[in-house]
């Protein structure tokens, strides 16, 4: 969990929270929200202002938020209409981009009637379920206490001769990743794919997290000095499953991504998740050619049913077909010879 401070003096948490089984699959959600930190996974704000929602979603291209907490129903309510139940469809629907991101503003103060003050709960799921049917979903939550608005923030000007502070040089960090494409988000915040080059921070200690579907998770610190230039290099490890290949019949000859194998019943661990082609070849019986897929940190398993080759032709064993031969015909041939022969004289 890190907490940093924007621009305009507004403290923020960002908080990350890993989808409830699979993450490859599923769902990598964080929650940036503007208020301050009250306990380990939970926000301290106030009724009436915006929190922003921010995450990925790997499974789905729509997320859905309800919330639960104080004097609302059980299953949930939409974040933009507490009117709208969660179990008769009342969800607050946000897109997801390309990038596989979401983000949204929750404007605590326009809910279609006033919250009480207290602790919620945000969910955010792959799926419009309520919270009595996320058994066949991924989601992730977060906690968020709402106050009464107190007194506003308090402004201070310097006076003619007093000693100003002076302004802090930036600096870049430069974030680069093989392979290339992946994300990169930096004290919570989603900055984009790699390679990025991002301008304009304080000098400090950033968290950097940089990743891509299919690998490894990588975290990094990187040190930014004022005025200078940062560099990231992230190297991620893809991540890896198990493969098992069984042919009926046994024993056919198996070729992996174009790489003898062995022969079948055939497995192989350590094999990078993804799309793999696999050849089986048996004598007498046809080649075929597949593709599997290797899903991360899982068994896959694949049978290949061959089917027998046609009997090959031997040269020379043809036999003529009979040609029909219409004895009618042949007889009526006959007469017409012995009708139009000519008459010999004695």
Not at 21 to 49: E, K, M, T
Not at 60 to 76: C, E, I, K, R
């Amino acid at each position: 969990m890190t907490q940093t401070t924007d621009p305009d003096k507004t403290p923020r948490m960002a908080v990350i929270v890993p989808g409830c089984r699979v993450l490859c699959a599923g769902l990598l959600l964080f929650f940036i929200l503007a208020g301050s930190a009250n306990a380990a996974g939970s926000i301290q704000s106030y009724i009436g202002d915006t929190v922003t929602l921010s995450g990925y979603c790997y499974t789905s291209q729509t997320v859905y938020l309800f919330l639960t907490g104080p004097n609302l129903p059980a299953d949930g309510v939409a974040l933009d209409n507490v009117n709208e139940r969660a179990d008769q469809g009342g969800f607050t629907q946000v897109s997801v981009d390309s990038n596989n991101h979401w983000e949204y503003n929750w404007a605590t103060g326009s809910t279609g009637g006033r919250l009480d003050a207290g602790t919620y709960t945000v969910w955010a799921v792959d799926g419009p379920n309520d919270l009595s049917n996320l058994n066949n979903a991924e989601y992730s939550t977060i906690s968020v206490s709402l106050g009464n608005p107190g007194i506003g923030s308090v402004t201070a000007s310097t006076s003619p001769g007093s000693v100003v502070t002076p302004a802090v040089v930036p600096g870049i960090l430069n974030v680069t990743s093989v392979p290339d494409n992946s994300s990169v988000v930096v004290n919570g915040n989603y900055q984009g794919r790699s390679p990025i080059s991002i301008p304009g921070l304080a000098p400090g200690t950033y968290l950097v997290n940089v990743s891509r579907f299919n690998y490894e998770l990588l975290s990094t610190t990187a040190n930014v000095e004022a005025g200078a230039t940062t560099e990231v290099t992230a190297t991620l490890r893809p991540k890896t499953g198990t493969l098992s290949i069984n042919t009926t019949p046994e024993g056919a000859n198996i070729t992996l991504d174009r790489v003898d194998a062995g022969f079948s019943p055939f497995t192989r661990t350590g094999l990078t998740a993804g799309n793999h082609t696999v050849n089986a070849t048996l004598e007498g019986y046809n080649p075929v050619e597949t593709e599997v897929t290797v899903i991360a940190d899982q068994a896959v398993t694949d049978t290949i049913v061959l089917e027998k080759s046609p009997a090959p032709l031997i040269p020379g064993s043809l036999t003529p077909l009979p040609v029909p031969v219409t004895i009618g015909a042949c007889a009526g041939a006959v007469l017409l010879f012995a009708f139009f022969r000519p008459r010999t004289r004695a």
